[in-house]
């Protein structure tokens, strides 16, 4: 199983790169529809500025006179000649819409737009987009008027055949997309790269912490253990004051502690740190259960609990686990299991099988777990609230070291509420 200190690089890892991924996404989506956006403008005012040219061309010639019919066939969808793709033309009507002058002999059903032709008579222009023909159209009708500023006496409405134009601007929008994800696979990479070297230190400063944590622990052992024989020393051959017995009880109590927390902390380091700190191997995980309960049994009895076990037979849970290793993350949990129950009480052991997992769970009658604590409680020196640890006399280590340890067997430990009080933790390993 992965290091959970590399994994959580590894998650960081992720979320930085996302993160940088999104801000260049972003970026990049800003900067191609602002490049569209500016390019089709662009590409519309070139078209409406032809447009323009050719109305205003053929207002010119016409010099305020409205030239007399010269024939073509309005609602013909026939042309003299082909229409192509950017083809300019321009028709000259009268004001009840009567072709009066056709120059490219240009016919398209839905040709001249009437509706154009009354803005035009009344507002004096007027631009839009059609369809003719089957062809997109950007139309521009403008008023003839009489000479020296008269009334209108019809207008010239002048197209463009759109086909080219929309078949650029498609062109432009698929170039961009396909520019954008050029850069956008580019950017993911650069992101990953970036993010791996930026995470060097803090992988370095783990393995550091890691190194120290490891060789302080050695290093406290020994201490430790002295002060503790010292003070039992002077316990048992009575060389203290009678005044001063309480103090050299505390020493041995806090000896005692402090030799827990060293071995805890080597046990959290080396479990993480080394992949044969776990050796797995076939084992009954009930025959295992079975042994820590034999072991912590003297000490529940001294806390005024009781151990309600399955009855024998006990089930068979073949699983691939290092008997120690197991048995360390059990014994922890019945020690904290009768340590917080309240005196009197029962701590019940059950074993069994379920979805191809092998569980073993130990249920409390103490204060329970808040929901805010059931994940936090499995860190290292994390402690529950205070209901928790009202009694508490550990050193914040324990779950952190089961829940280390049930990973390197590829299970999973988890904490529940019981339905009358206290807390439930389930172990579950992988059947053989």
């Known amino acids: 199983m992965p290091d959970p200190t590399e994994g959580l690089i590894a998650s960081t890892r992720r979320r930085l790169a996302l ?190 912490e890691r190194r120290f944590v490891a060789a302080a622990s050695h290093e406290l052992r020994t201490p430790a253990a002295i002060i503790r024989a010292s003070g039992e020393v002077l316990q048992r051959e009575g060389l203290v004051h009678e005044a001063g017995t309480s103090l050299v009880a505390g020493l041995v109590a806090e000896a005692d502690r402090l030799s827990r927390l060293v071995e805890g902390l080597l046990a959290l380091s080396s479990s993480r740190a080394d992949p044969d700190a776990v050796r797995l191997e076939p084992l009954d995980l009930a025959t295992v259960a079975s042994d820590a309960v034999g072991r912590i049994g003297p000490l529940a009895a001294e806390r005024g609990c009781s151990l309600v076990v399955p009855k024998d037979p006990l089930p068979s849970l073949p699983v691939l686990g290092d008997a120690d290793r197991l048995l360390q993350v059990l014994v922890i949990l019945l020690d904290n299991a009768t340590r917080l129950s309240p005196s009197g009480t029962a701590v019940t052991v059950e074993m069994g099988r379920r979805d191809a997992l092998a569980r073993v769970s130990v249920a409390d009658h103490g204060p329970g777990v808040a929901v805010a604590d059931k994940e936090r409680i499995f860190e290292p020196f994390a402690r529950a609230g205070a209901g928790r640890r009202q009694r508490g006399e550990g050193t914040g280590l324990g779950l952190a070291v089961a829940r280390t340890l049930v990973e390197r067997h590829h299970g999973t430990i988890m904490v529940e509420d019981e339905p009358g009080g206290g807390a439930r933790f389930t172990v579950s390993l992988p059947l053989r």
Not at 57 to 63: D, F, N, P, R, T
Not at 167 to 174: E, H, P, R, S, W
């Open 19 to 208: 993160l940088t991924l999104g801000l260049l996404a972003a970026l990049l989506v800003t900067m191609g529809l602002a490049t569209m956006v500016v390019a089709i403008t662009q590409l519309n005012g070139a078209t409406d500025g032809a447009l323009r040219s050719t109305a205003q061309g053929m207002l010119s010639s016409l010099e305020g006179q409205l030239p007399a019919t010269s024939g073509g066939d309005s609602g013909a969808e026939t042309s003299d000649e082909p229409v192509g793709s950017a083809d300019t033309f321009a028709l000259v009507l009268d004001p009840s819409g009567t072709v009066v002058q056709n120059p490219r002999n240009i016919h398209l059903s839905g040709l001249p737009d009437v509706t154009a032709l009354s803005v035009a008579m009344s507002g004096g222009s007027d631009l839009r987009t059609v369809t003719a023909g089957g062809l997109p159209v950007r139309l521009l009708t403008l008023a003839i008027r009489a000479p020296n500023g008269g009334h209108a006496i019809g207008v010239v409405q002048a197209g463009l055949i759109l086909t080219l134009h929309d078949q650029q601007v498609g062109d432009l929008a698929g170039t961009i997309a396909l520019v954008g994800l050029a850069g956008l696979a580019g950017a993911a990479l650069l992101a990953l790269l970036l993010t791996g070297r930026a995470l060097v230190p803090i992988r370095a400063a783990f393995a550091t």
